[in-house]
């Protein structure tokens, strides 16, 4: 039962550019969303969240949109530095805090420079 | 500030071992979970431990078991190791049932099993 989806398995965009990761989730109790970016060899380091009373949520390049209607989150990055060429998750925690989180597959970013 | 640790970075294991993976959660925190991740795939949830107990399992066999300690670092225990429990196991410490915060992650125990 994949709770949370991310269908784009992997973006490519330039130096510059905005960077738009999707994702979608099936279960309307999720309370909020978080991003995680992952470089190999490393764990998933927290990125930005939104809470589902929002719509958007913004740090700095990173925005997150919230559509709790179309049940879609969408990540956007500008402008695109070859650094953040990485794996993004999308994710949501099953019930309270973020102790028990239910995970995209991800979405592999590469900037170009 | 020390992040999660855990350790080994690094593991082979023949099939039908047994493993052990630790974890030391970031100061202050008391829950600690467990994830695993193949390639190809997001983490996906194993265990939470909070204050020695276990508080949320997710779908793995019985094969699969961990444990808390009093200073609330962790480990995690699989039997009868099969070449499908190849993947990436991660531990992330948090607040417990505090909303609109996030799970912090430690670097990974890279488990291969040949």
């Known amino acids: 039962d994949q709770q949370v989806k991310q269908n784009s398995p992997s973006l490519s965009v330039q130096e510059g550019r905005i960077s738009i990761l999707n994702c979608d989730y099936t279960?309307?109790?999720?309370?909020?969303f978080l991003w995680y970016k992952k470089y190999p060899a490393e764990g998933p380091t927290f990125l930005i969240s939104?809470?589902?009373?929002?719509d958007k949520n913004e740090d700095g390049r990173f925005t997150v949109f919230l559509n709790k209607s179309a049940k879609h989150l969408s990540l956007h990055i500008v402008p695109s530095q070859p650094g953040d060429s990485a794996v993004y998750f999308c994710?949501?925690?099953?019930?309270?805090?973020?102790?028990?989180?239910?995970f995209g597959k991800g979405t592999k970013l590469t900037v170009n420079p | 500030d020390a992040g999660v640790t855990q350790s080994p970075t690094h593991l082979i294991k023949t099939r039908g071992q047994h493993v052990t993976l630790r974890c030391s959660p970031i100061?202050?925190?008391?829950?600690v979970s467990w994830y695993q991740q193949v390639l190809g795939q997001g983490p996906q949830f194993i265990f939470q431990?909070?204050?020695?107990?276990?508080?949320g399992r997710g779908n793995f066999p019985d094969r699969f078991s961990a444990r808390q300690f009093p200073n609330y670092s962790s480990e995690l225990n699989v039997n009868a190791l099969l070449l499908g429990d190849s993947a990436l196991y991660l531990c992330?410490?948090?607040?417990?049932?505090?909303?609109?915060?996030?799970?912090?992650f430690g670097q990974g125990t890279r488990l291969t099993v040949v």
């Open positions: 992330a410490s948090s607040f417990v049932g505090v909303t609109n915060t996030e799970a912090f």
């Open positions: 939104i809470s589902s009373i929002k």
């Open positions: 100061s202050g925190h008391k829950s």
């Open positions: 279960n309307s109790m999720f309370d909020y």
């Open positions: 994710a949501a925690p099953r019930k309270g805090g973020s102790e028990k989180l239910v």
């Open positions: 431990y909070y204050e020695k107990e276990e508080r």
